[in-house]
């Protein structure tokens, strides 16, 4: 492909990521039922201004009385009362898996890209909070946040840029998280491929679950989950190279209960691992996904 053809394929609307098109994202970041779940988890609903809720207990002389939790005293039939505890924004890592696997998809959009989408959403969602970014490829990065966002999303934008040129990466994800220094108390959200973990991973993210809360975002496409039913489709590993049968009944059956095992394996491998799993689909758009909060395993 000369320098031209290439230049153009990646200002085609399935594979270009432009600024504008993450900053569009905050129109709709803070809305459905994940903000609000995320909005709750920062004490942002219902909550004593400048203060974040802490625990519920047992009524003791000396509480006060308009933190009384009315619901939970007529169902228990004792009064309980709301703590609460000065407000502190947890810092959140965010670490995106931009490594060549993620450079395929068979639909509207490669999963690299519907995870720089992602990232940029769950940025917009915690925009007040303290934001670090890293990007795991051939020129692996991090940036932070300092004020406003821009930053880092041009930061997605020019790695996602970068990956497209599918460059084998030096070290694996697992190293990555291992040259992390994250500080105590902070969350740390990983958004990658569906693929089994391998054991150096799993390791990595046991270590870091002891400190820190764990969310993971696994990108699936749908013909990593089943095939078409007509046509062949041409497939390549390594020097090998064969063809995928969709024609055959009995052929996509053992297809799809392949790539059924596969998904499981990785789900029991990481549900003891993390605080939450959840799952997206890379033939679907991440707005309509998040407005539905998504497909959340735990």
């Known amino acids: 492909m000369s320098l031209t053809a290439e230049a153009h394929a990646r200002q085609h609307p399935d594979i270009a990521l432009s600024l504008d098109r993450l900053l569009a994202i905050r ?18 609903l219902g909550r004593v201004p400048g203060l974040s809720f802490r625990e519920l207990r047992v009524y003791q002389a000396g509480d006060e009385v308009r933190h009384i939790d009315w619901r939970v005293t007529a169902r228990l039939g004792r009064p309980y009362t709301r703590l609460y505890g000065e407000e502190q924004d947890q810092a ?36 007040t909070q303290a934001n670090t970014l890293i990007c795991h490829g051939s020129e692996s990065s991090l940036a932070v946040q300092r004020g406003s966002l821009l930053p880092l999303l041009q930061t997605l934008c020019r790695q996602y840029e970068l ?17 992390l220094n994250l500080p105590q108390g902070a969350r740390l959200t990983l958004i990658g491929d569906h693929r089994p973990c391998e054991p150096a991973l799993r ?80 033939g679907k758009p991440l707005q309509r996904q998040w407005q539905e909060g998504g497909c959340r395993l735990i």
């Not at 990956?163 to 040259?179: E, F, K, N, Y």
Request: hydrophobic share 40%; glycine share 10%.
């Open 27 to 44: 129109l709709w970041a803070r809305t459905g039922p994940r903000a609000r779940v995320h909005q709750a988890r920062q004490g942002r």
């Open 92 to 127: 959140h890592w965010l670490l995106l898996d931009l490594s060549p696997a993620m450079y395929f998809g068979s639909g509207p959009q490669l999963k690299a890209r519907l995870g720089c989408e992602l990232a940029a959403a769950l940025l917009w969602q915690g925009e």
């Open 163 to 179: 990956g497209l040129d599918r460059a084998p990466v030096s070290h694996s994800l697992a190293q990555t998280l291992a040259r």
């Open 203 to 282: 390791q990595q993210l046991q270590l870091l679950g002891r400190r820190h809360d764990i969310h993971y975002w696994q990108i699936r496409d749908p013909l990593e989950a089943a095939l078409p039913e007509a046509g062949q489709l041409a497939v390549q590993a390594g020097r090998r190279s064969g063809w995928l049968d969709g024609g055959s009944t009995s052929f996509r059956r053992d297809y799809q209960e392949a790539a059924e095992d596969i998904a499981e394996l990785g789900q029991r491998q990481l549900l003891p691992l993390v605080q939450r799993l959840y799952r997206l689909d890379n």
